[in-house]
């Protein structure tokens, strides 16, 4: 299984950008993780197989929207008011069962990290 993730990039404080993954497979649970410089990774948002339930960390809540398109396989991440501490490199993550993937121990595959930078 290969998550090929995309959409990374440099912005500014205050601006948006639009992250994308694209699974081998079809996933059950789909999610994004990030590690920021010297931080532990963490989670950011999740969704379920249709779509119907979406979890998010607190950090992000209100700025980020993940959705995904059962029908490509893909789920995005939307960020928009973007901040100095969401500088972090951006894991594409799934679950081949029926859960959504809050925490590392739920996840089954991982995807190469995709670099955000935002700068001041």
């Known amino acids: 299984v290969q998550l090929q993730a995309s959409g990374g990039g440099l912005v500014q404080t205050g601006g948006s950008l639009a992250l994308s993954c694209e699974a081998s497979?079809?996933?059950?649970?789909m999610g994004w993780f990030r590690q920021a410089p010297g931080k532990e990774r963490e989670f950011v948002a999740a969704?379920?197989?249709?779509?119907?339930?979406?979890d998010y960390a607190d950090s992000v809540k209100g700025r980020f929207t993940i959705s995904r398109d059962m029908a490509k396989n893909t789920v995005y991440l939307q960020m928009n008011s973007l901040k100095l501490e969401d500088t972090a490199d951006y894991y594409c993550?799934?679950?081949?069962?029926?859960?959504?993937?809050?925490?590392?121990?739920?996840?089954?595959?991982w995807g190469l990290g995709t670099e955000v930078t935002v700068s001041s």
């Open positions: 993550v799934g679950s081949r069962r029926y859960q959504r993937v809050i925490f590392p121990g739920r996840v089954d595959y």
């Open positions: 497979v079809r996933i059950y649970g």
């Open positions: 969704i379920t197989w249709i779509g119907e339930a979406t």
